[in-house]
């Protein structure tokens, strides 16, 4: 069973695609966290955001895994833990660009495609419903205004004890959404079977809700 949640920036795409999967008891793979992973590596090593075969090399020389823990996924590199690293302003700001190469892309995907063949998922990212499973049997695209996006994102960065503001939020979340709709290779876009549902002014239970009830009408699980 494959479940693929897409969307941009802080729609909800994790927090809701983890939820479900625990619900169902499937795996839930955040593919974010491994285009931020790959763009951690690339700081780390000082190795330029543009260059595809530099960051290509140390995927392949540091694999990105994750790591179940008391219900928090853990995101590690050669067995170091990095989840709260990938989540901090310089990260953000320049996973695009490296989102946006060939290369890393098709190292990547093609992991992901490996971890959907041996288990069922709820996958969560950009391109999951287009490209990565095509042939998912349920599809969601979840959207929000920008600015309750950035609102939830300023909230959440608190909580992590990053102090951004939240027009600076805003600006970046939209600059991140355009070029990730803009790029060539596999753009954000909502899937053509794919069911848009509109998390605004919705809670979290109240997203749940309605995409179990999706997910039950077409699986019947
Ligand atoms: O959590 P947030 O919405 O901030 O982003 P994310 O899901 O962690 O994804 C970070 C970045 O990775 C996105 O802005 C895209 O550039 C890239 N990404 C992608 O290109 N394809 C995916 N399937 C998932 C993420
Ligand atoms: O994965 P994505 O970037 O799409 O978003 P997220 O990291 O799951 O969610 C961003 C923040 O919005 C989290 O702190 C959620 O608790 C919050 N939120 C939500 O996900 N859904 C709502 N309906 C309301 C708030």
Redesign the pocket.
Known sequence: MQIAID?P????????AKIIAAKLNYVYTDT?AMYRAATWLARQNKIDYSDADGIAKLIKQFPISFRVESDKQHVLVAGHDISEDIRQPQISKNVSQVAALASVRDLLVQQQRQIAQENDVVM?GRDIGTTVLPDAQVKIF?VASVQERAH??Y??NKTRGIETSLSTIEDEIAARDYKDSHRQISPLKKASDAIEVD?TK???NQ?VEEILKIIHNKTNN
Request: hydrophobic fraction near 40%.
């Open positions: 969307g920036a802080s729609a909800g795409k994790s927090t809701i974010g969560d979840l939830r994102r909230l959440e998390t919705l809670e979290i997203v």
